[in-house]
């Protein structure tokens, strides 16, 4: 079964950068589709970027704003989220989800199977 194991989360200055870190087990990302979301306090889930099996990536238009560059590591079986000039609104938990890989990744969360436990990323104002 797909474990998902986040990191990187922690407290970031405004306008600062952010790396987190999916780490999957039991299945390989030559085989995975993997996304990143994003949860505010009292607000949806919502998609941020997304990471096929062959290495094509989408981004949502909102929350990203071309500020999240998605990669992985095949040697290391982990994606990776780079997120540049975080602002005190992006405070939120941040998960990362794998499915089975079919075609492109998807950003609707409903269409993955397994999540991660979510980093908290607090952002001070």
């Known amino acids: 079964q797909l474990r998902l194991v986040e990191s990187g989360g922690g407290l970031v200055r405004p306008g600062g950068s952010l790396r987190l870190s999916c780490a999957a087990s039991g299945s390989t990302l030559d085989y995975l589709d993997i996304g990143w979301f994003r949860q505010a306090p009292g607000k949806e889930r919502a998609g941020g970027s997304c990471?096929?099996?062959?290495?094509?990536?989408?981004d949502s238009v909102d929350p990203g704003n071309g500020r999240f560059t998605i990669s992985s590591d095949n040697a290391k079986n982990t994606v990776y989220l780079l997120i540049d000039r975080l602002s005190p609104a992006e405070k939120a938990v941040y998960y990362c989800?794998?499915?089975?890989?079919?075609?492109?990744?998807?950003?609707?969360?409903?269409?993955?199977?397994?999540w991660g436990q979510g980093p908290q990323v607090p952002v001070p104002t």
């Open positions: 989800a794998g499915r089975p890989s079919r075609s492109h990744c998807p950003m609707e969360s409903s269409r993955y199977d397994y």
């Open positions: 990471i096929d099996s062959i290495g094509s990536t989408m």
